[in-house]
């Protein structure tokens, strides 16, 4: 049945780069072959239990980091910030939604990034675009955007230690529900972010309420913490895939939870035939263009059995079309009988350009987005079962509004994503008690 890992290889795989020494990459191929795994199969599969809930509509996914983490950023503050903002966001969204939360990060591993076009030109220069870390350098110079095969192995290594660190943080007390809480005051101080006091103020009282009630210390102290992200490039995927000693099944250990981009999940591709050959849960983007039909024949591809939790549609239609798309979406594969989890990216579709060249998103149409997908399950009544976010817990000014109005000439001051515009700290809170209050609705 392994055998079956490498079909892809006879398969189209779009956005892979163009190594030009092949040799090479199979010298890295082997080297990651033979590194220890980065995820544990009884660990993807413990996620699949807990996504299979939230497909239920018994618990609530909560998935997010940067648009592409680089390897010069994986420092232990930028790591710690990133995993207490997803916290912080986690414990408004436990409370609104009454259910559990399940955290996931597009950390570990979230180097890899599908471009519009191979290459870019920059004042009459054109070198290759960059593809993440994992593929080549940021710097707009012929040495550092030629593509590199050894990336590969460092981004094994810096996810590895990326790892650590998460596991070390939500494991070793700095999850703790309290302290977490307490960041989440000193939020709802602020004048600008006033509006969630109350619903701070109900957090409180129910956090002191457990504590009365004598709760477990380690369901306070200690949470369980996933990592994630596109599986893009398959010369890193495949020689990460490893045969669960227990069941004899393959798995990605790259990442516990693999997603599969809107421009590379054709179903004849070979990411799709990959991925449909791995038992971690897997993601599928879709976009406005999506339908019906793809969505089914995609559910038959990557899971033929339905099984509960393997599979989560991730979308990203855009503020201005979800309510228009996304019901006879969900109503087409609710009467196929198939129950895949349903998450919102509201990022993706609402790209703009602003007229000094920056990549921007405006909070507002990502909050209008997300309205839109609970309209529309509710209209359905199927379940909107979590969101998926490109956030940082850096002050950075990627994104237009939010309670700091963010405007076009402050974008400037401080930009730092390489790919994709990110919610800052504050704009990621200011979501979760958004979303929240939705969710109380
Ligand atoms: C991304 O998640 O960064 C991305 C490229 O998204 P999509 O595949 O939805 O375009
Ligand atoms: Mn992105």
């Given amino acids: 049945m392994n055998e079956g890992l490498d079909a892809y290889r006879a398969l189209e795989a779009k956005q892979q780069p163009q190594w030009p020494d092949l040799a090479a990459v199979q010298k890295v191929s082997e080297e990651l072959s033979s590194q220890p795994p980065l995820v544990f199969a009884g660990e993807a599969d413990q996620l699949r239990a807990r996504l299979a809930a939230a497909a239920r509509g018994e618990a609530f996914l909560l998935q997010g980091g940067d648009c592409a983490e680089t390897f010069e950023a994986a420092t232990a503050d930028k790591i710690r910030d990133r995993v207490k903002t997803l916290l912080q966001m986690a414990v408004v969204l436990t409370y609104g939604a009454s259910m559990p939360v399940i955290k996931v990060g597009r950390m570990a591993g979230q180097f890899a990034k599908p471009r519009s076009s191979d290459t870019e030109t920059r004042d009459g220069v054109t070198l290759p675009a960059y593809r993440g870390d994992l593929v080549n350098g940021y710097d707009f110079t012929p040495e550092s955007r030629a593509v590199d095969p050894n990336r590969l192995t460092r981004g094994y290594h810096v996810s ?12 070793g007390g700095f999850a703790d529900l309290r302290q977490v809480h307490e960041w989440n005051k000193g939020f709802v101080r602020t004048p600008a972010n006033q509006r969630y006091e109350s619903l701070a ?16 210390h380690t369901a306070l102290t200690q949470t369980e913490f996933y990592v994630s992200h596109e599986a893009l490039l398959l010369d890193y995927e495949r020689p990460l895939v490893r045969i669960d000693s227990r069941t004899g099944l393959p798995y990605g250990t790259s990442g516990h939870m693999l997603w599969i981009g809107e421009r590379t999940r054709d179903l004849d591709g070979a990411h799709v035939e990959l991925l449909s050959r791995l038992r971690n849960p897997i993601g599928v983007k879709l976009g406005p263009t999506a339908s019906v039909d793809d969505a089914l024949r995609l559910i038959e591809k990557l899971d033929p059995e339905r099984e509960p939790g393997r599979l989560t549609f991730i979308t990203r239609m855009g503020a201005g079309k979800i309510r228009d798309v996304l019901p006879g979406l969900l109503e087409g594969v609710r009467d196929s009988g198939a129950q895949p989890l349903w998450i919102t990216d509201p990022m993706h579709g609402n790209g703009i350009t602003t007229e000094t060249g920056y990549k921007t998103r405006r909070f507002d149409d990502v909050m209008d987005e997300l309205r839109g997908f609970f309209e529309a399950h509710r209209e359905v009544g199927t379940f909107p079962g ?41 704009q990621s809170l200011e979501l979760a008690f958004q979303v929240a209050e939705e969710l109380k609705k």
């Fill in 160 to 171: 590895a230690s990326t790892l650590n660190l998460i596991r070390a943080f939500t494991q």
């Fill in 201 to 216: 103020a109900e957090i409180d009282r129910a956090l002191k309420f457990m504590e009365a009630c004598g709760v477990d």
């Fill in 386 to 426: 979590g969101i998926h976010v490109e956030l940082t817990g850096d002050d950075v000014t990627e994104c237009l509004g939010g309670s700091e109005n963010i405007d076009e000439a402050t974008l400037a001051t401080r930009y730092e994503s390489l790919c994709d515009p990110r919610l800052n700290h504050r």
